[in-house]
């Protein structure tokens, strides 16, 4: 017998609404995901990601083949006064990260990164295709 569930499209919207604002508790319950564009031109993929509140040296970028894998890590500033005390904290401290296959193998040799403004900005050249050829057999 299948089991059958009913999916309401508001329910997410209004828990996100009505239970987070109201929630004291810290901590988020999930780290925040890495958003990015992904935008293919002719021979090079471009990639633009969001990085907000990260420092330049806690980026790291590694290129496998066709696989792009992003890491950061948002580093918390120690900065209570006698006296105060926090009663909500959104902002997200520690790593995120984020993985993902292009379409084609990147030659990672005339890669470029560049960090501005919070925002990662990569340009990555496709590998040239390597030409198969047929061996005669002797």
Known sequence: MANITRIDPFDDLFRGF???????DGAPAQPPSIKMDVKEQGDCYLI?????GVKKEDIHVVVDGSQVSLSAEVKQEK???EG???LRSE?????VS?????????????????????????????????????????
Request: glycine share 4%.
């Open 98 to 138: 984020r993985s993902f296959q292009l379409g084609q193998d990147i030659d990672d040799s005339k890669a470029v990164a560049r960090f501005n403004d919070g925002v990662l900005e990569l340009s990555l050249p496709k590998r040239a295709e390597s030409s198969s050829r047929r061996l005669s057999i002797s």
């Open 79 to 81: 900065e209570t006064k």
């Open 18 to 24: 009505f239970v987070r604002p109201v929630d004291f």
């Open 48 to 52: 633009h990601a969001d990085l907000p």
């Open 91 to 95: 902002r997200y401290f520690g790593k």
């Open 84 to 86: 105060e005390r926090v």
